[in-house]
């Protein structure tokens, strides 16, 4: 199974994404929203507007991973959004 490591770093975007997203656009967005350094190794999190959908980005040394999970029912716990 390839995944990210032990020791990965997590960051989760409270606020709702545009779920046609690809994994470059994702990666831009942590660019230019969250001043994050997409190709770090860090996983990024975002979700859809309804809370049943997420999807993670991440660089893993090779490339630019994208997952994504739908639920059947029910939705995520998610963060308030928070102004910064």
């Known amino acids: ?7 990965a770093r997590v960051m ?5 994404v545009d ?8 990666a ?8 994050g350094d997409p190709f770090s190794g ?3 999190v975002f979700r859809a507007k309804r ?12 490339g630019l991973c994208l997952m994504a999970k739908k639920l059947e029912s029910g939705g995520f716990r ?3 959004i928070q102004e910064v």
Not at 1 to 7: F, L, S
Not at 12 to 16: H, K, L, Q
Not at 28 to 35: H, N, R
């Open 51 to 62: 809370a049943d959908r997420i999807k993670l980005v991440w660089w893993d040394g090779t």
């Open 12 to 16: 989760v975007a409270t606020r709702p």
């Open 42 to 44: 860090v996983i990024y």
């Open 78 to 80: 998610w963060p308030a």
């Open 28 to 35: 831009a967005l942590v660019g230019a929203e969250y001043g």
């Open 19 to 26: 779920f046609r997203k690809g994994p470059d656009a994702l």
């Open 1 to 7: 199974m390839i995944g990210p490591g032990a020791g």
